[in-house]
């Protein structure tokens, strides 16, 4: 079992910066791939950001390519996202994910209880 408990999300204006961060328990972590979500108001949730479990390869969807940054720290137990050039359509609940082994968008072991990004315009 693992569990996983999002921080640093908040109200930002255009423009500016957040880190998330994703603290997960157990001692396994680094067999785990860790990825990022959100979910918009009225929308479904969406795919943020990925991190193999090394740290090694990283994926991002096309609209936050450039502008965030996901990374991890195993002996942490920890992983980030660094969200820059914030967008107001950016704003949404963000879900930390872990799946243990490759990472697969579509099936995730362990989701966390999220945290809520705001960016005003």
């Known amino acids: 079992q693992v569990q996983l408990v999002e921080s640093g999300g908040g109200l930002v204006q255009a423009g500016g910066s957040l880190r998330l961060s994703c603290a997960a328990s157990?001692?396994?972590?680094?067999?785990?791939?860790m990825g990022w979500f959100r979910q918009a108001p009225g929308k479904e949730r969406e795919f943020v950001a990925a991190?193999?479990?090394?740290?090694?390869?990283?994926y991002y969807a096309d609209s936050v390519k450039g502008r965030f940054t996901i990374s991890r720290d195993n002996a942490k137990n920890t992983v980030y996202l660094q969200m820059n050039s914030l967008k107001p359509e950016d704003t949404a609940v963000y879900y930390c994910?872990?799946?243990?082994?490759?990472?697969?968008?579509?099936?995730?072991?362990?989701w966390g209880k999220g945290t809520l990004v705001t960016v005003s315009s």
């Open positions: 157990g001692r396994t972590f680094s067999s785990y791939a």
């Open positions: 991190v193999t479990w090394s740290g090694g390869t990283t």
């Open positions: 994910a872990a799946r243990r082994g490759s990472w697969r968008e579509y099936d995730i072991d362990y």
